[in-house]
């Protein structure tokens, strides 16, 4: 699946926040999104799965404008992750993480199904929680829940608001481990809104750096994640070395005078 993301601008009710947003994404290629707080992130997602619809620009999946694609068929094309899973209806694990299977098959479901669900659930090491009330859960399995939800979606793209926002280290990896080797085996593209720097460093192929709802540095890792561009866009000194060929990052200190 190519993702075309072309001159988009949004505002919430006349407030801009997406500016001039020009983005290309490749197949089996995972693009990182940071930047600050409130610098559009999630609104970008949200815009690419059509929850919200840009006033200017468009956005195009293997050439076809987004608005022209049934819900039916974007939800077979994108499975996204939100932020919070604040909506949470009470349900099993395994009943919600069947739901990902409904735009394929509708509302009843088949063996097939069943062993997708229990597959995921197993690739997340959370088939223990099978039975579970997910409103029974911490944060954490929560999140790793709607990861499992999305991926039995078997989406073409993969749209992740911050996927480990609220897991430990180890889980953090985990996660970051199972959608690298989604993206690779099934060939999909990934786009993950990502506040830990490393962690982006790390397992994004490229890297957007948003900064006030443009599109402030793009590339790759190496050349995104630099002192000069941490400190304009965050505010912040930080000291950078090299782990495994890709950039590490240490934040020291707020500016005092950030040039933002
Ligand atoms: P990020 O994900 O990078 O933190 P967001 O996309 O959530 O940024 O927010 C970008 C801007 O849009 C912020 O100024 C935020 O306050 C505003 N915003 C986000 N959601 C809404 C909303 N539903 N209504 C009005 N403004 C919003």
Not at 75 to 80: H, L, M, N
Not at 99 to 127: A, C, F, Q
Not at 134 to 160: C, D, H, M, W, Y
Not at 244 to 251: A, F, L
């Amino acid at each position: 699946m190519k993702l075309k993301i072309k001159d988009v601008e949004f505002g919430y009710s006349n407030m801009p926040v997406l500016q001039n947003v020009n983005i290309e994404l490749a197949e089996s290629e995972i693009l990182g999104v940071v930047g600050p707080n409130g610098a559009g992130k999630s609104t970008l997602l949200r815009c690419i799965d059509r929850i919200l619809i840009p006033q200017k620009g468009c956005i195009m999946l293997d050439g076809r404008d987004i608005r022209e694609i049934s819900r039916m068929e974007l939800a077979r094309k994108i499975g996204y992750v939100p932020q919070d899973g604040s909506q949470i209806f009470p349900a099993t694990v395994f009943d919600t993480v069947l739901m990902g299977r409904r735009p394929h098959l509708g509302w009843r479901s088949s063996e097939r199904d069943t062993e997708k669900v229990l597959e995921t659930l197993k690739m997340l090491n959370i088939e223990d929680l099978a039975m579970r009330d997910i409103n029974e859960l911490s944060g954490g399995q929560q999140q790793k829940v709607f990861i499992a939800r999305a991926l039995t979606q078997e989406p073409e793209l993969l749209l992740l608001d911050e996927p480990t926002s609220n897991l430990d280290i180890r889980h953090q990896l985990e996660v970051m481990e199972i959608v690298k080797r989604v993206v690779r085996e099934r060939g999909i593209s990934a786009i993950m809104a990502i506040h830990d720097l490393n962690l982006a460093s790390r397992y994004a192929d490229r890297i957007i750096m948003m900064n006030g709802g443009r599109v402030y540095a793009e590339g790759k890792p190496s050349s995104v994640l630099n002192a000069e561009n941490i400190r304009h866009v965050y505010g912040v000194e930080a000291k950078l070395s090299n782990h495994d060929g890709r950039p590490y990052i240490v934040p020291l200190r707020a500016c005092v005078s950030a040039n933002r």
